[in-house]
């Protein structure tokens, strides 16, 4: 099975960034999405972005042009890079690979990011 831990979190100012770090315990090579996620108290779990085994790319409207999602075959990794930081991003962040209609990991304990002055 394939485990996730995500890293990188921590508490920025407003308009900050942060690089966020998706760790695979085994080979994402053969994965065709992953994708990041977050979560608020007392709100769902929402979807942030996704990528593809060949780079294409989506995200949630409310991050779209200050974040930005990639992966490293290689390395096993995932990445978000997240600029131009607000309060409302401060969640519980997870990675994750979508397949079919559930996921090949997981939630684990993911990596949390507050945002505030």
């Known amino acids: 099975q394939v485990q996730f831990v995500e890293s990188g979190g921590g508490l920025v100012q407003p308009g900050g960034s942060l690089r966020l770090s998706c760790a695979a315990s085994?080979?994402?090579?053969?994965?065709?999405?992953m994708g990041w996620y977050r979560q608020a108290p007392g709100k769902q779990r929402e979807l942030v972005a996704v990528?593809?085994?060949?780079?294409?790319?989506n995200y949630a409207d409310s991050v779209k042009g200050r974040f930005t999602i990639s992966r490293d075959n290689d390395k096993n990794t995932v990445y978000l890079q997240m600029n131009s930081l607000r309060p409302e991003d401060t969640a519980v962040y997870y990675c994750?690979?979508?397949?079919?209609?559930?996921?090949?990991?997981?939630w684990g304990q993911g990596t949390q990011v507050t945002v505030s002055l």
């Open positions: 994750n690979a979508p397949y079919g209609s559930t996921w090949l990991g997981d």
């Open positions: 085994g080979s994402i090579f053969s994965i065709y999405v």
């Open positions: 990528i593809t085994s060949n780079s294409m790319t």
